[in-house]
């Protein structure tokens, strides 16, 4: 059976850190590339980060980067997201979604087609 599930989100205080895990079964994780979406209430998915299946691609939207660091462990079928210097702002229901194309628009949710998964919650506040 193929799956992402996600896990380790929760709440965490302002300036606070959290680490996000995507693990992938029933597929080749290592022939994916793998993107961190979220999408607060009322708000469309946003694209956060992005990986290459081979780990030599690595993209950020603005608004998350020098503070969110994506990675992955192909042995272990799992891509991380580090989320450091958290913001209310960053307050979503964070997705992953895995591709076999990394696409030049890969911060639209819709160039994701291959597989996704159920989204874990992460609330900043104090």
């Known amino acids: 059976q193929v799956q992402l599930v996600e896990s380790g989100g929760g709440l965490v205080q302002p300036g606070g850190s959290l680490r996000l895990s995507c693990a992938a079964s029933?597929?080749?994780?290592?022939?994916?590339?793998i993107g961190w979406f979220r999408q607060a209430p009322g708000k469309e998915r946003e694209g956060v980060a992005c990986?290459?299946?081979?780990?030599?691609?690595?993209r950020y939207s603005d608004s998350v980067k020098g503070r969110f660091a994506i990675s992955r462990d192909n042995a272990k079928r799992t891509v991380y997201l580090q989320m450091n210097n958290l913001k209310p702002e960053d307050t979503a229901v964070y997705y992953c979604?895995?591709?076999?194309?990394?696409?030049?628009?890969?911060?639209?949710?819709?160039?994701?087609?291959?597989?996704w998964g159920q989204g874990t919650q992460v609330t900043v506040s104090s």
């Open positions: 979604a895995a591709d076999m194309v990394l696409r030049a628009d890969w911060s639209n949710s819709e160039a994701w087609s291959d597989y």
């Open positions: 029933g597929f080749r994780l290592d022939h994916y590339a």
């Open positions: 990986i290459g299946s081979s780990d030599v691609v690595r």
